[in-house]
């Protein structure tokens, strides 16, 4: 596992983290390029009341408007949970060439688990994908999350 995907992998647990704090559903993002992490995101569904509030589009917004551009060439994308198929989306729509991501989502998961909707051969822009960065971590925060408000209810 490269060093860097580790360092970037956790912060995106960082900010996973936020989102736990204020009761959202852990998952954290970001986008780095050329070394410097250029966006940020976590889930904010509930906070917002905006289903697309998730931490992968919020980090690709960020990183845009930081850029003053839609292309995100030259940049990677480092999720805690491997993406569902509206982000899955936004990363080819964005033209990301690399995600990282931590955990498998079997429920939803657009890359590897349901679907693969980033390496397509008949769209425009396909996605190298590395799986499994710090997975044991990013799979910890989801399942405390779940556990504690499984309790609560």
């Known amino acids: 596992m490269d060093e860097n995907d580790r360092i970037y992998m956790k912060a995106a647990l960082e900010e996973a983290a936020r989102a736990y704090a204020v009761g959202e559903v852990p998952i954290g993002a970001v986008i780095v390029r050329r070394g410097d992490i250029?966006?940020?995101?976590?889930?904010?569904?509930?906070?917002?009341?905006?289903?697309?509030?998730?931490?992968?589009?919020?980090?690709?917004?960020?990183?845009?408007?930081?850029?003053?551009?839609?292309?995100?060439?030259?940049?990677?994308?480092?999720?805690?949970?491997?993406?569902?198929?509206?982000?899955?989306g936004a990363i080819v729509l964005a033209r990301i060439p690399r995600l990282v991501y931590g955990a498998q989502d079997p429920k939803a998961g657009a890359v590897d688990s349901l679907f693969d909707l980033v390496r397509r051969e008949d769209l425009n822009h396909r996605v190298d994908v590395t799986g499994g960065v710090l997975e044991d971590e990013c799979r910890a925060v989801i399942r405390e999350f779940f556990q504690e408000l499984r309790g609560k209810g």
């Open 38 to 88: 250029i966006g940020r995101g976590h889930n904010r569904r509930e906070t917002w009341k905006d289903p697309t509030a998730h931490a992968e589009l919020l980090a690709i917004r960020e990183a845009c408007q930081r850029l003053g551009g839609w292309r995100l060439t030259e940049s990677t994308l480092y999720v805690t949970i491997e993406p569902c198929s509206m982000c899955a």
